[in-house]
């Protein structure tokens, strides 16, 4: 199966609803304990919309890992736009998962560049 990439424009109103569409008919393959495959089929409401987070707080518990995704911007007051809760094996797929399309994106558009301190906080490398 060849790899399956799709480009934004976020400039186009079709942007996210286009690559939606486009991904409605991509089999997800998931590897089985024994190594076998299996697609899996899911469906992506019509009517989805997407949202834009510039700003996100990861909590977790025992049980759990929650994830707000926030807007923010010039004279607007932070806002959650959409909460996640992750079990923590779907919160390591999830980090094993954004690691491999982070690598893919660098390597196809070079590095993302990010500022050492964001409000106050140290990002770590």
């Known amino acids: 199966m060849a790899e399956w990439t799709k480009a934004l424009d976020w400039k186009s109103s079709e942007g996210l609803k286009g690559l939606l ?26 009517d989805l919309e997407g949202i834009f987070s ?14 707000d995704f926030i807007q923010q911007g ?33 390597a196809q558009f070079g590095e993302i560049k990010i500022p050492p301190v964001i409000g106050g906080e140290i990002i770590r490398e």
């Open 74 to 106: 010039p004279g607007l007051p932070p806002k959650v736009k959409a909460r996640v809760y992750l079990t923590p094996q779907h919160a390591k797929r999830f980090l094993l998962a954004l690691q491999e399309n982070v690598a893919k994106y660098e």
């Open 21 to 46: 569409r486009g991904f409605e008919s991509h089999p997800l393959r998931q590897k089985g304990v024994k190594g076998l495959q299996k697609e899996l089929k899911i469906e992506i409401p019509q």
């Open 54 to 67: 510039n700003l996100a707080v990861i909590t977790h518990n025992d049980s759990e890992f929650i994830i």
